[in-house]
């Protein structure tokens, strides 16, 4: 099966908490990619980050940084310091390398508070 | 701006009409995508066009159409939809299918409405 769980379907953090963004996924491929992508209020979805299978190395962006970790199929997204223009749907993808298929979780509500 | 632009913004629709939404990418990628978004459901790839040709369809009813007669333009051509197809459409683009150069860039979308 190929599919995404994003257990966390709202979240609220005051300004400048910190939060993390949980998700699963599951896949028969060996070969994969990964994706975080942020939907605001106005609809479109921004891309913020690929990752493939074979790179475990955790990756930081300014106050973004994710978690990949194979051994619990997890590749999960943290916010420090949150900002009010950080409140958004977030969506984790998962990409197979075989065929054109693209597997998207149900999205995180985050509402940062001021 | 964000590169792949779609139009209309909104659509309303009797259940007996004919529509088509439009899907434009100014970004020369070879690679585009129709979602489905529904409230509370995961998005739903629809289907996947490449070097023009529909590599995917994602057993998506008859009454969507799409079409892509370049590589730059992308369609969905709805007939005689039902009150659940009710749903915001998007439109993304990527340089390629696949791998590292499957990023995908997306439009603001098309709110549906079916009465």
């Known amino acids: 099966a190929q599919k995404v769980t994003q257990a966390q379907t709202e979240i609220s953090v005051v300004e400048k908490e910190d939060v993390t963004l949980d998700c699963v996924y599951e896949?028969?491929?060996?070969?994969?990619?990964l994706f975080w992508y942020k939907q605001p209020p106005s609809g479109e979805l921004v891309f913020l980050i690929r990752?493939?299978?074979?790179?475990?190395q955790n990756e930081i962006s300014g106050r973004y940084s994710w978690n990949f970790q194979k051994s619990t199929s997890s590749f999960n997204f943290t916010i420090t310091a949150s900002q009010v223009v950080d409140s958004a749907v977030y969506f984790c993808?998962?990409?197979?390398?075989?065929?054109?298929?693209?597997?998207f979780g149900t999205g995180t509500s985050l509402t940062v508070i001021p | 701006e964000t590169g792949v632009t779609q139009t209309p913004r909104h659509l309303v629709m009797g259940m007996t009409n004919k529509k088509s939404l439009k899907c434009e990418q100014h970004?020369?990628?070879?690679?585009m995508y129709w979602y489905k978004q529904s409230a509370k459901k995961p998005l739903e790839l629809m289907f996947v066009?490449?070097?023009?040709?529909?590599?995917e369809n994602n057993s998506v009813p008859s009454r969507f159409s799409p079409e892509c007669p370049n590589s730059s333009h992308l369609f969905l051509h709805l007939h005689t939809l039902q009150p659940e197809d009710s749903a915001l459409y998007l439109c993304?683009?990527?340089?390629?299918?696949?791998?590292?150069?499957?990023?995908?860039?997306f439009g603001d979308g098309t709110r549906l409405s079916i009465l």
């Open positions: 970004l020369g990628h070879n690679a």
């Open positions: 990752r493939n299978s074979f790179d475990e």
């Open positions: 896949t028969r491929d060996t070969t994969y990619y």
């Open positions: 993304a683009s990527s340089q390629d299918t696949g791998g590292p150069y499957s990023n995908q860039h």
């Open positions: 993808a998962l990409s197979p390398n075989t065929g054109n298929q693209f597997y």
């Open positions: 066009y490449n070097f023009k040709e529909q590599t």
